[in-house]
């Protein structure tokens, strides 16, 4: 019997999940409600910080939009953020009116390069996207110092990052004026589509909670189970609809309550690739620093030039193989809309040109057992090692 196709990432789902979903359903009630509140909560205290508020949303996408909006980015300012990341990082700014300003990111890490955000500010800016690519933080310290020495804005791009830490504390806890999670089927959390916004700043709280909902004064849940007429609402700001249900938030509940545990087996599966294809010509992805966690949300290595093929014929034999591979990212700067809207050149961005040009995500998740991990080190192994 030929093998079956390993995918590259699968949701990791059980019973709890699938019966709070099916309570949900039963409960008549369907949108924002008890159970988006009830996950609001539980994922604040996950933090520890009483100061934090999190605000539930469909997407991440959504989140930084809201964030962006809230912190006052305006038609025509400038927000830096990094080329080597998805489309959503930058598009977020562009339905502000506002345009991204793209920069390179470290040779190591691949997160945006501290030096190149302070080289690209002018008196436009007025915010900075630090996206912790993999799981893996980027160099606050540098960016939040930027920050602070120019009154700039810090939205965290944490799609990748939950539970990272940075210098022993959670991103999400860092000083920047809001973090934005991805709860996206494929993420260390995940509800099919949703996210989560936090911040410790009640105005912004304030503002994303009204915009999260078409502007409205009053969340649909307080009208709709108030015991007195409370059908009157105000709507205050032309906002969106970029509400969690309850049914994903159902979902959310149970999976933050195994996030530890998920993160245990994903850091066991990266150092067991680093472990093993350590012969091989690849760099491994950089790992966190003693002591704190690299959310290991994806393991991206990069085929050195002594590799025996380049990255997209490595990426069809591992196909053949019945293994499934991703790349994670096609630099902001090669596709057409960015590239062309902003006059963008591979020769801008020699670090991210170079990394993307080598680079492929193997499968890790923390449904994947020893042997679907020993299979994919396996073929690996097979192709590259010469």
Same mark, same amino acid.
């Given at each position: 019997m030929s093998e079956a196709f390993l995918p590259f990432a699968l949701p990791d @789902?059980?019973? +709890?999940?699938? +019966?709070?979903?099916?309570?949900?359903?039963?409960?008549?009630?369907?949108?924002?409600?008890?159970?988006?509140?009830?996950?609001?909560?539980?994922?604040?205290?996950?933090?520890?910080?009483?100061?934090?508020q999190a605000i539930a949303i469909?997407?991440?996408?959504?989140?930084?939009?809201?964030?962006?909006?809230?912190?006052?980015?305006?038609?025509?300012?400038?927000?830096?953020?990094?080329?080597?990341?998805?489309?959503?990082?930058?598009?977020?700014?562009r339905y502000l009116g506002a345009h991204p300003v793209l920069v390179d990111v470290d040779p190591v890490t691949l997160n945006i390069d501290p030096a190149k955000v302070e080289a690209a500010i002018t008196p436009r800016t007025k915010a900075i996207i630090p996206v912790?690519?993999?799981?893996?933080?980027?160099?606050?310290?540098?960016?939040?110092?930027?920050?602070?020495r120019h009154n700039l804005k810090v939205v965290e791009d944490a799609a990748h990052a939950l539970p990272t830490t940075?210098?022993?504390?959670?991103?999400?806890?860092?000083?920047?004026?809001?973090?934005?999670?991805?709860?996206?089927?494929?993420?260390?959390?995940?509800?099919?589509?949703?996210?989560?916004?936090?911040?410790?700043?009640?105005? @912004?709280?304030?503002?994303?909670k009204v915009m999260r909902l078409h502007g409205f004064d009053r969340d649909a849940?307080?009208?709709y189970t108030s015991t007195r007429p409370a059908w009157h609402y105000d709507v205050i700001a032309p906002g969106f609809k970029y509400n969690m249900t309850d049914i994903a938030a159902s979902m959310g509940m149970h999976q933050l309550r195994k996030v530890s545990?998920?993160?245990?087996?994903?850091?066991?599966?990266?150092?067991?690739?680093?472990?093993?294809?350590?012969?091989?010509?690849?760099?491994?992805?950089?790992?966190?620093?003693?002591?704190?966690?690299?959310?290991?949300?994806?393991?991206?290595?990069?085929?050195?030039?002594?590799?025996?093929?380049?990255r997209d014929t490595f990426i069809q034999k591992?196909?053949?193989?019945?293994?499934?591979?991703?790349?994670?990212?096609?630099?902001?700067?090669?596709?057409?809309?960015?590239r062309d809207t902003y006059c963008l050149t591979p020769e801008q961005f020699p670090v991210a040109q170079t990394a993307f040009e080598a680079i492929a995500s193997l499968p890790l998740y923390t449904k994947m057992t020893d042997d679907d991990q020993e299979r994919v080190i396996r073929a690996v192994q097979e192709i590259l090692g010469g």
């Open positions: @789902i059980d019973e +709890n999940e699938i +019966n709070e979903v099916v309570d949900t359903m039963r409960s008549g009630w369907l949108t924002t409600g008890p159970k988006t509140r009830q996950f609001e909560k539980e994922f604040a205290e996950f933090f520890g910080d009483p100061s934090l469909n997407s991440a996408t959504s989140g930084l939009h809201l964030a962006l909006e809230a912190v006052g980015i305006k038609q025509g300012d400038e927000v830096i953020t990094t080329t080597y990341t998805f489309t959503a990082s930058g598009a977020v700014i912790h690519i993999g799981g893996l933080a980027c160099d606050m310290e540098a960016i939040l110092d930027i920050a602070k940075y210098q022993g504390k959670l991103i999400g806890t860092l000083e920047s004026d809001v973090t934005v999670y991805s709860f996206y089927a494929t993420k260390t959390l995940a509800t099919g589509e949703g996210g989560m916004l936090v911040t410790r700043d009640p105005k @912004i709280a304030a503002r994303c849940f307080d009208r545990r998920f993160h245990q087996r994903r850091q066991a599966l990266a150092d067991r690739y680093t472990e093993a294809l350590a012969s091989l010509p690849i760099t491994p992805p950089a790992h966190a620093a003693e002591g704190e966690k690299h959310a290991w949300h994806l393991y991206m290595i990069r085929l050195t030039k002594d590799a025996p093929v380049d591992m196909a053949d193989k019945k293994i499934g591979m991703s790349v994670h990212f096609i630099p902001l700067h090669l596709h057409p809309y960015w």
